[in-house]
């Protein structure tokens, strides 16, 4: 891999975890979400007009990953409402990059060389071991943990293989927001408008910030994935779990334990090794 691609999905894990440290910091995580997704979708819709659109033959993979991603979100608010951030988070995260690169090991001509698969197995045992000890409050939030992690792979090979059909990357990114953000909003006004309203007036700076920080991180990985085989910039980008520790530690001020420091050195010889691939 390239330093400039390896760099790139590093500003990418850096921007993941940090949008998400945002949502964190948040009251409502579930109406921060809500709102990062709706202004992520305001901007597409705002840019997409000075962009050269993404070619057709990549548009019913956006609506796809739009779907996906949708579907996504509502998983997410099922798992932490019965099980642990601390435990399903890692599960989710894990287990996806292992899934994108078996199933394009099978079923694409991506060959991953063997420093690659270390890398990949590595960085995915570094979250994993993120996991290991928390208390399991409820095995529902675990299997829900692993459905979605099948949920997140798949919107991986899609937008993987949409934007390469695409011809424009940074296009290809707005459509799938701007299709997931519209029907995310709409969905959770109508079920709790005044609540989103409320939060909206008051928490509007977040969401924008949060929407420029994922529509960044997501953009980058897509056009990485450009160059690279889409499993091993899906496991890289799984390198923001050690941006979204090391914020934990200096911004937000939180305990970190050994745990997590073992865990969070065991990612960072994974991108070594996907670094050398």
């Known amino acids: 891999m390239s330093v400039t691609v390896f760099a790139v999905v590093m500003v990418a894990a850096l921007l993941h975890a940090s949008w998400n440290a945002i949502v964190k910091s948040a009251p409502d995580k579930f109406l921060s979400t809500v709102l990062v997704t709706g202004f992520a979708a305001a901007l597409s819709i705002a840019v997409l007009p000075l962009l050269p659109p993404p070619a057709r033959a990549s548009w019913p993979f956006a609506a796809t990953s739009a779907v996906l991603q949708v579907v996504y979100f509502v998983l997410v608010a099922l798992t932490y409402r019965v099980a642990d951030l ?6 989710m995260r894990g287990t996806a990059p292992l899934l994108v ?21 590595t960085l995915c045992c570094g979250i994993f071991s993120m996991a290991v000890g928390s208390p399991v409050r409820d095995r529902k939030g675990i299997y829900l943990a692993l459905l979605n992690a099948v949920v997140i792979a798949a919107y991986t090979l899609v937008d993987g293989w949409g934007v390469r059909r695409s011809g424009a990357p940074a296009a290809y990114t707005l459509c799938v927001f701007m299709l997931t953000g519209i029907p995310l909003v709409l969905w959770t006004a109508v079920r709790h408008r005044r609540a989103v309203t409320a939060y909206a007036r008051r928490y509007w700076l977040l969401g924008i910030a949060g929407a420029m920080g994922t529509t960044a991180s997501y953009g980058l990985a897509l056009w990485a994935m450009t160059l690279a085989p889409v499993a091993i910039i899906a496991a890289l980008r799984e390198t923001a779990i050690l941006f979204a520790t090391l914020i934990a530690w200096l911004v937000l001020k939180e305990r970190i334990g050994v745990r997590r420091i073992v865990g969070a050195c065991i990612i960072a010889g994974g991108a070594a090794l996907l670094r050398l691939a």
């Open 101 to 121: 690169a078996t199933f394009t090991a099978i079923t694409t001509n991506e060959v991953l060389s063997r420093t690659a698969w270390l890398g990949v197995l």
């Open 86 to 91: 601390s435990q399903t988070y890692p599960i």
